[in-house]
Nanobody, 126 residues
């Protein structure tokens, strides 16, 4: 079992930055895939970024490329999502998730992940 806790959300103005953290307990991230998803009110959960199998590759959805960076700190057993140049459309609850046996083609699918955090709210005002 892996317990995930997100933190770092908040309210910022457009153009601002936030860094989200995802801390794991119970087990290390190891070579699992860690993903960030988000869900805005009335919308489906949306893939944002992923560290595939411990960091072999990183992937981003097109709308955040060049603005968001996913990274990990093995010593702290944490994964981060640095979000720069935030836009109002980035407003959502952000979730981190861990998938134990993902294949590359399933990185963007929420149902491929085994463990989820409780989410952290990000609000970007114009």
């Amino acid at each position: 079992q892996v317990q995930l806790v997100e933190s770092g959300g908040g309210s910022v103005q457009a153009g601002g930055s936030l860094r989200l953290s995802c801390a794991a307990s119970g087990r290390t991230f190891g070579r699992n895939t860690v993903g960030w998803f988000r869900q805005a009110p009335g919308k489906e959960r949306e893939y944002v970024a992923a560290l595939f199998r411990g960091g072999i590759n990183t992937y981003y959805t097109d709308s955040v490329k060049g603005r968001f960076t996913i990274s990990r700190d093995n010593a702290k057993n944490a994964v981060y999502l640095q979000m720069n140049s935030l836009k109002p459309e980035d407003t959502a609850v952000y979730y981190c998730a861990v998938g134990e046996r993902l294949i590359m083609s399933s990185v963007t699918r929420a149902d491929s992940y085994d463990y989820w955090g409780q989410g952290t709210q990000v609000t970007v005002s114009s």
